[in-house]
Nanobody, 127 residues
Framework: QVQLVESGGGLVQAGGSLTLSCAASGGTFSLYAVGWFRQAPGKDREVVAGINWTGTTYYGDSVEGRFSISRNNAKNTATLQMNSLKPEDTAVYYC?????????????????????WGQGTQVTVSS
């Protein structure tokens, strides 16, 4: 059983930056792909970024070029660096771990492939 804990959320002005962290415990982190999702009030959960076990990264269209996902297997953490934040980035951000989907690169946007989820961290971007 893998536990995921997000941190780093907060309030930031538009144009600012935040760094979210996802700390994993209870499993072999290096074997998991990690995704970041977000959900704004009244909206469906939206995929943000993903990183597979080899470090290949994937981004949603709305964050491409502004957000960067990375991982540190030695520290069992995944990080989402968010730059040039916009009010529409306001949401609860969740990290999720996928264990062993062979075609992760073509399936990373699907919530149902992720086995474990964190509780989320709030990000609020003021205009």
């Amino acid at each position: 059983q893998v536990q995921l804990v997000e941190s780093g959320g907060g309030l930031v002005q538009a144009g600012g930056s935040l760094t979210l962290s996802c700390a994993a415990s209870g499993g072999t982190f290096s074997l998991y792909a990690v995704g970041w999702f977000r959900q704004a009030p009244g909206k469906d959960r939206e995929v943000v970024a993903g990183i597979n076990w080899t470090g290949t990264t994937y981004y949603g269209d709305s964050v491409e070029g502004r957000f960067s996902i990375s991982r540190n297997n030695a520290k069992n953490t995944a990080t989402l660096q968010m730059n040039s934040l916009k009010p529409e980035d306001t949401a609860v951000y969740y990290c999720a771990a996928d264990h062993g989907t062979p075609s992760y690169g073509s399936m990373w946007t699907r919530e149902d492939i992720y086995d474990y989820w964190g509780q989320g961290t709030q990000v609020t971007v003021s205009s």
